[in-house]
């Protein structure tokens, strides 16, 4: 049976997202409009920033009963004890997260449009994969395109599927009866004005 928090809307925090004081007041938003999962995702932020706004996360989705997912960075997870990590190409096997982050560690793996990559994930023990883009995305525009139909066929592996890329609460839907476990969201829901609204309108997709 699938975490209940591996189910639902997957909020990613965005880059440039201000004092770890802001950006915690952002995801509270997000986490008030249904979040299950929340990933810390900063790629230009020194490493004191970084641990900084990790801890802030951290603390305010432990009150929240929400698990934190570190991206691409393994030390940082280990360091701030999150709840998991998520792995991109150049980052560790998940073995290796595991044997660091523990046996209940939430481990995710990207897969971009390849289902062998996927198949290896869920055989080195990851927790869920992550398929995308599916749709033209602002945070990754040059990012490899996915076929929903890549969604059905991941079924086989029994892993919680996590769709990303260029979701909206108009075509996400479509996703979910695809295959997708999870919608990862970014500029969906944080940069809209009205944060835990954006969150809510991805998070009813699956009542």
């Given amino acids: 049976m699938t975490p209940h928090h591996l189910n639902g809307l997957y909020a990613i925090t965005p880059n440039a997202a201000g004092s770890p004081e802001s950006?915690?007041?952002?995801?509270?938003?997000?986490i008030q409009g249904g979040a299950r999962l929340v990933q810390y995702r900063d790629k230009y932020a020194t490493d004191q920033a970084r641990h900084d706004q990790g801890e802030a996360l951290l603390r305010l989705c432990r009150n929240a009963g929400v698990p934190l997912i570190i991206n691409d960075d393994l030390q940082l997870a280990c360091d701030l004890s999150a709840d998991g990590v998520h792995l991109g190409r150049d980052d560790p096997d998940p073995r290796q997260a595991r044997a660091q982050l523990g046996a209940t560690a939430i481990i995710?793996?990207?897969c971009y449009n390849d289902l062998a990559l996927a198949e290896s994930a869920a055989a080195a023990g990851a927790s869920y994969?992550?398929?995308?883009s599916f749709f033209p995305s602002v945070t990754k525009p040059h990012a490899v395109r996915a076929d929903q139909a890549l969604l059905t066929k991941a079924r086989q592996l029994d892993l919680p599927c996590v769709a990303i890329g260029g979701i909206t609460p108009h075509n996400g839907r479509a996703l979910i009866t695809a295959g997708a476990a999870m919608l990862a969201v970014v500029?969906?829901?944080f940069d809209q004005p009205d944060i835990a609204a954006a969150a809510r309108s991805y998070s009813n997709l699956f009542a």
């Avoid at 950006?23 to 997000?30: F, G, N």
């Avoid at 994969?129 to 995308?132: D, E, I, M, Q």
């Fill in 23 to 30: 950006l915690a007041a952002q995801v509270v938003l997000a």
């Fill in 108 to 110: 995710g793996v990207s």
């Fill in 129 to 132: 994969v992550a398929f995308g």
């Fill in 187 to 189: 500029s969906g829901v």
